[in-house]
């Protein structure tokens, strides 16, 4: 493989909306982009997009579609869901978050309980836009309780006022342990603290698509912000799930994230497989798969406000195809790899040892960002430095380096792509997540796995229910029908 960038290859270089992607350290010549623009297309990967996004049940499995795109499409055209157009209920919540937003004066903080899809996308966007030139802030102190670890809780307990806080619980389902044990301890915290049951009434808030689950909680109906089946949790940023984007930054704002998204779902709906940029990041993959067996994929954004993307890309990617199994129940040669990444130049300084000189090639995805995070004085040259080094690895992983001595030998023809985005703001934010959502969805497609469910989370959290039951009776147990010998030999190491 010649990882050299290919004059002659017109193929590795593509752009949607100002956003640029450069394939050519993938080492991909004319053949091998011929034989995976095949592939797509035996894959029906057109037809595929379609019916994701005409709301085809597209998830087999759980019989629904996955519409995440309906939620950023702003410009209200029918979407249509067994028979029933669900714009206008996507845009009454649109109306009844904006409403929030002007409604919260003297809130100092705000409390968003969620685990895995409830938590890392707004978790992220806080995250990314926070500091950003051009956006201003409501400055709420956010706090994130995810975990039902109680550091986490106490953390936040010993920071938030809790007579200017604002709570939201977040749950597709309303039935995670994690969340709702948090929040009723959130609720215990707020009593605790002197705050009256109807004032805790008025401070909480849900969204969820379970609504009656909502209510049995005691979230008040006019607090509850809906979301549908027809969202996966993992997809759902867009949805009120994506409230604290519009709460800290304002609905501008929010708007702006959601039109990023839209722009990229435009693009990724009319583009021709050779110009599609998430067919394209998919097809690379694909290529390291059955060319290099690679087992791994890093993704490291040169932007430290993206540190978050590549712990809310790993369940995208993870939950999503991390399968055995296709569509139709039958063995598959390649899925998902493992995921994982964290933010350049810190990555650098970890990992990227074994990057450069392990024994397995793991094909990475650099993220830069045209113009500097900041307008302090050091701003320009530090993000001239930034840019340096994410380039600089590039060419070191793709080219190598040979000496006499092996230690010092680096054996290069490791493939990467750049992907460049004109600037961070909400807009770009947005195409970022779109971009690799689809890019996920197009994954599955190609490997025929549906992207959509995730069976195989339930097994453990059913079994942790005896298990925590013989850990409250505190007593030696023995192996039975739930708990095989070296569990229960372990769950003896904690009850002695
Ligand atoms: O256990 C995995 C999972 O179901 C994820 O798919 C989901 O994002 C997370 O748990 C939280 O689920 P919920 O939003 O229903 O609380």
Redesign the pocket.
């Known amino acids: 493989m010649s990882l050299k960038p290919a004059d002659k290859n017109p193929q590795h270089l593509h752009q949607s909306n100002g956003i640029v992607l450069d394939s050519a350290y993938q080492g991909i010549d004319e053949a091998g982009w011929l034989s995976l623009f095949q592939q797509a297309k035996n894959a029906h990967l057109k037809q595929f997009i379609a019916d994701l996004f005409g709301g085809k049940h597209i998830n087999n499995s759980e019989n629904r579609p996955a519409l995440h795109s309906a939620l950023r499409n702003l410009d209200k055209s029918p979407v249509i869901v067994d028979g029933k157009d669900v714009m206008p209920d996507v845009a009454e919540v649109w109306h009844r978050i904006e409403a929030l937003c002007n409604k919260w004066v003297g809130v100092t903080d705000v409390i968003h309980i969620?685990?895995?899809?409830?938590d890392f996308g707004p978790r992220l966007a806080i995250e990314a836009l926070a500091h950003i030139p051009d956006i201003e802030s409501r400055g709420m102190r956010m706090h994130f309780l995810a975990n039902i670890d109680t550091a986490e809780l106490a953390r936040i307990q010993q920071r938030a006022l809790p007579h200017s806080t604002r709570v939201i619980i977040?749950?597709?389902?309303?039935?995670?342990l994690e969340?709702t044990k948090n929040a009723k301890a959130i609720v215990r915290w707020l009593k605790d603290s002197g705050r009256t049951e109807s004032q805790i009434n008025n401070t909480l808030f849900a969204v969820t698509a379970n609504v009656p689950a909502a209510k049995e909680f005691g979230v008040k109906e006019e607090n509850i912000f809906p979301f549908w089946d027809w969202v996966?949790?993992?997809y759902?940023v867009w949805s009120a799930v994506g409230l604290p984007i519009a709460l800290q930054y304002g609905f501008d704002t929010f708007k702006e994230f959601l039109s990023g998204a839209q722009a990229i779902d435009q693009h990724y709906q009319s583009a021709p497989l050779e110009e599609n940029l998430p067919v394209i990041m998919a097809l690379t993959l694909l290529y390291q798969q059955q060319k290099h067996h690679i087992k791994s994929f890093a993704v490291i954004p040169y932007a430290d406000a993206l540190d978050w993307f590549p712990k809310w890309l790993q369940?995208l990617d993870m939950?999503s195809n991390g399968k055995s199994v296709d569509r139709d129940g039958k063995p598959v040669k390649y899925s998902c790899p493992v995921v994982f990444g964290s933010s350049g130049s810190n990555a650098q300084h970890s990992y990227f040892q074994l990057l450069h000189q392990g024994t397995e090639v793991i094909p990475i995805d650099f993220i830069a960002i045209r113009e500097p995070m900041s307008h302090l004085p050091e701003a320009k040259e530090h993000h001239r430095i930034l840019l340096s080094n994410c380039l600089a690895q590039a060419q070191a992983l793709a080219n190598g380096k040979k000496t006499d001595n092996p230690n010092n030998t680096y054996p290069g023809k490791r493939p990467s792509n750049l992907l460049i985005l004109p600037k961070l703001n909400a807009f770009y934010l947005g195409a970022l997540l779109a971009l690799y959502e689809s890019r996920t969805t197009t994954l599955g497609a190609l490997w025929n796995i549906n992207s959509f469910d995730?069976p195989g989370?339930e097994l453990g959290?059913v079994l942790a229910k005896p298990i925590e039951a013989a850990l409250k009776e505190g007593n030696p147990v023995q192996a039975n029908g739930n708990i095989d010998a070296i569990t229960a030999a372990r769950i003896n190491l904690f009850n002695h």
């Not at 969620?114 to 409830?118: A, C, D, T, V, W």
């Open positions: 969620g685990i895995g899809g409830s977040v749950s597709k389902s309303f039935t995670t969340t996966g949790g993992r759902s369940q939950e995730q989370v959290k």
